[in-house]
């Protein structure tokens, strides 16, 4: 398997060419071989008659056996004639398995070979499918046996016919139901098209084994899972179109043979009937149960609505996504419209515009019910629990998404009005396959295209979750800062609760738990009662630069790369050499050419980049320290030596100090104040600060989200202190997981959901008991 993303389009245009050629060989083979069988067949059918003709008499004996053995008339159905039917796929069943090379050759069924005189009544019920021994010598026996001669031929293999039938050894073989046999339907024949099909199943099955047989990578493990989406979504469209056939009967009316009342009704429903989806039936693999979505009753649906949906699904930028959003909402009949829960906008919303929108617009909305659809999320676990999320980046995004997909009301805080930050965030595979999974490549379709590394700009992927997030209900206020929680008083009777005071305030409603995702500027830990603190001070300075990426071949050309000293990279040595010393650097393409890089202070001295050489490594890297030009210099060398045409000036470069990471001393913890409860935890670099170039920032931010949203599900089921226990165990296997260590993390992506068993693996969450029994 490949995929078409990693090759170019020289080279793909190659592969397709091969593959034509191959293709007609292969069809110039075959036709050869059913001549060669055809002649055989006839030759056969000449020497056949020739001895009838030689055996039988003009006696009244004759005309009795003919009258008694009616199969024994060559001229009832020649044996040419079958098998040109066969070929046809007009006037043929057969089975095929490739299990083995003998089963890989069609089975004619002889029921087809029967004359009318010696069938059964094809209406009276047939038996089912069994393994039979050989039928006496009759013409549908012999058209058995011709079909082992010609199956013997195709496989190039001698014929075994008469050593079998002197031996006397009883042959067994699978029978295919007749015509009558009402088990049939449950398999029906699919004339003329069987061979596409099973070429196709064949593929399928024999790529099925392929990877059971390989120890797939992870990455490659993502890759082919978002395909699969892919297909499943063809499949699934496929079984909604026959599905509306299924009430009719095999035979399907024509517009024009329906009576008119009918065909005026389906044209005055057409704009506002839902989509066709499948019988409700338990999920199985890639067979989901769709989310009905009856369109509440007295509803304008606007004109414009699809209109509105596409400016919403083409926005760039937060303050433009939500008022589109509002736009399309407004559009849809539910402006003003109040929801019990928050799962039934995005329901509604499906059923105004879903029979208007393009196949891969439909796709996003059957990807999010197959997440709604999953056990876990059925049940609706954090329904009536409203939950606050400081920070609209990805991991608070992220968090937001996975409490609504569970049923619970979100509210989102996010103190700036536009996305801005352009920065590569690194991919594991696992992210990877749950971003796809809820609908990152139908909302960016340059997502994962990368055939180097997995990767998307923090803008970018702000927007997919925000878009994400809105569909599934929840409410994001821009432009907001969380400023403090307020604990209740006994005399405060009109906010007997804990509040979340902010600027500007929004409006006062109860929480049922606050997490914190806003990063190094957390302002929740200290009234939650958790000690962040630094845990690590050694010198670390950054260069960060980015430029337009203006798609031409020449940018394409250029590789992306990682050049790290922890493994003595040689690209490191040659940059020495020009004056270039560094410890780190890292090359992603997207919309920019993005490049991050990690300078010895005493290179930057030597180059005169800052103009003192402070002690301090944040009064270093201030602006009034920081010769600009000088550093332009430095970073243009940098582009010119890894060989990136820049025909624009730089968006941003500027060189910043991580020396201090801090983290926070436990993840979650619970207030209480006069009979009042308040969940509170942090997620993302709040619980925990990485290094950048060990890319593991975006995963652990992700597991440490889902972690949190599984707890807010468990409040009521489980005891305070179990939760409290449970979430410091995902904290501590989250701690472990690095780019070196990644055991604690199970293989198969595909079945991670909010559950941290799905996620972690079972020796790894065992190991981190002992240390939360000791915290108990």
């Known amino acids: 398997m490949f995929d078409p993303a990693e090759v170019n389009s020289a080279e793909l245009g190659q592969i397709i060419a091969e593959e034509a050629e191959r293709k007609q060989k292969a069809r110039l083979e075959k036709e050869l071989a059913w001549q060669k069988v055809r002649r055989f067949l006839v030759e056969e059918e000449q020497k056949a008659s020739l ?47 490739v299990s083995s090379d003998v089963d890989a050759a069609p089975i004619v069924d002889s029921s087809l070979a029967r004359p009318k005189a010696a069938s059964a009544d094809l209406t009276a019920p047939a038996a089912p499918v069994q393994v039979t021994k050989e039928a006496p010598t009759t013409f549908a026996g012999h058209m058995d046996r011709m079909g082992n001669r010609l199956a013997q031929f195709l496989n190039r293999g001698p014929s075994t016919e008469s050593s079998e039938e002197d031996s006397g050894i009883l042959k067994s073989r699978r029978m295919l139901p007749s015509l009558g046999d009402k088990s049939s339907n449950e398999h029906p024949f699919i004339g003329g098209k069987a061979s596409d099909r099973i070429t196709l199943m064949a593929t399928l099955e024999q790529i099925t084994r392929m990877c059971q047989r390989t120890d797939l990578s992870e990455g490659s493990m993502a890759r082919i899972s978002t395909h699969l989406a892919s297909i499943n979504q063809i499949v699934c469209d496929d079984m909604d179109k026959k599905s509306g056939l299924s009430k009719r009967g095999i035979r399907r009316l024509s517009r024009t043979n329906r009576p008119k009342e009918e065909r005026d009704q389906d044209g005055q429903d ?13 999920s199985s693999g890639f067979m989901i149960t769709v989310i009905p979505s009856p369109m509440p009753e007295n509803l304008n649906v606007a004109s414009t609505v699809l209109n509105s949906f596409k400016a919403f699904e083409a926005a760039q930028d937060l303050g433009d996504t ?13 402006e003003g419209t109040a929801v019990d829960e928050p799962w039934q906008l995005y329901s509604h919303i499906k059923a105004a515009i879903y029979n208007k929108l393009s196949f891969r617009c439909k796709q996003l909305f059957r990807l999010l019910d197959a997440r709604f659809n999953v056990d876990v999320y059925k ?12 920070g609209g980046g990805p991991v608070g995004l992220r968090a937001a998404i996975e409490t609504a997909l569970l049923g619970g009301q979100v509210v989102v805080l996010e103190k700036r009005a536009l996305f801005s930050r352009e920065n590569m965030l690194h991919l594991w595979p696992w992210v990877v396959q749950d971003l796809a999974s809820i609908g990152a490549k139908v909302l960016f379709p340059q997502f994962s295209k990368s055939s180097s590394y997995f990767h998307i700009s923090t803008r970018q992927l702000q927007l997919v979750l925000l878009k994400v997030a809105l569909l599934v209900g929840v409410t994001v206020y821009s432009s907001t800062s ?13 906010k007997p609760f804990y509040t979340v005071t902010t600027e500007p305030q929004i409006p006062t409603m109860e929480f049922t738990a606050v997490l914190s995702a806003s990063g190094n500027n957390d302002k929740l830990a200290d009234s939650a009662g958790i000690n962040r603190f630094v845990f690590c001070r050694k010198e670390a300075l950054g260069i960060v630069c ?70 301090d490594s944040a009064d270093l890297v201030l602006d009034e320290n920081v010769n600009s030009s000088a550093l332009h210099e430095y970073v243009n060398a940098v582009v010119d030596f ?12 500027s060189l910043f100090d991580f020396s201090s990471r801090s983290r926070a001393d436990k993840a979650a913890n619970v207030l209480t104040a006069h009979g ?30 889902m972690d949190s949203v599984w707890m807010i599900a468990q409040i009521g089921k489980q005891s305070d202190e179990q939760l409290l226990a449970d979430r410091e165990n995902g904290y501590r296997v989250m701690q472990t997981v690095s780019t070196l260590r990644r055991e604690d993390l199970r293989k198969n992506v595909r079945k991670y959901t909010v559950d941290p068993a799905s996620r972690y693996s079972a020796g790894s969450l065992q190991s981190a008991m002992p240390a939360i029994r000791l915290l108990q």
């Open 676 to 705: 009042k409860k308040l969940y509170v935890g942090l997620i993302g670099d709040s619980l925990l600060e990485p290094l950048w170039h060990e890319d593991v920032g975006t995963c652990r931010g992700f597991l440490s989200a």
């Open 51 to 97: 001895r009838q003709e030689m055996s039988t008499n003009t006696t009244s004996k004759s005309v009795d056996d003919s009258a008694t053995h009616p199969e024994s008339n060559g001229d009832s159905f020649g044996t040419v004639r079958l098998l040109d039917s066969v070929r046809s796929g007009e006037d043929f069943a057969y089975n095929r398995s």
């Open 270 to 282: 057409k704009d506002a009937e839902g989509p066709i989806l499948p019988v409700e039936e338990e």
């Open 642 to 653: 890894v060989g990136i045409p820049r025909k624009t000036e730089f968006t941003r470069v």
């Open 322 to 334: 939500l008022m589109r959003f509002n736009k399309l909402v407004a559009d849809c009949g539910l």
């Open 546 to 615: 980015y430029f337009p990426n203006l798609g031409t071949s020449e940018e394409a050309k250029v590789k992306e790369f990682s050049w790290t000293s922890q493994v003595k990279h040689q690209m490191l040595d040659k940059l020495r050499e020009v004056g270039i010393d560094i410890e780190n650097i890292v090359y992603y393409r997207g919309e920019m050419h993005y490049l991050v890089m990690t300078p010895k202070r005493q290179n930057l001295v030597q180059r005169q980049v800052v103009n003192e050489d402070l002690a």
């Open 482 to 494: 969380f400023e403090s929680l307020v604990a209740p008083t006994s005399d405060d009777k009109e």
């Open 379 to 390: 049940s609706n676990p954090a329904s009536r629990k409203r939950v606050c999320i400081i």
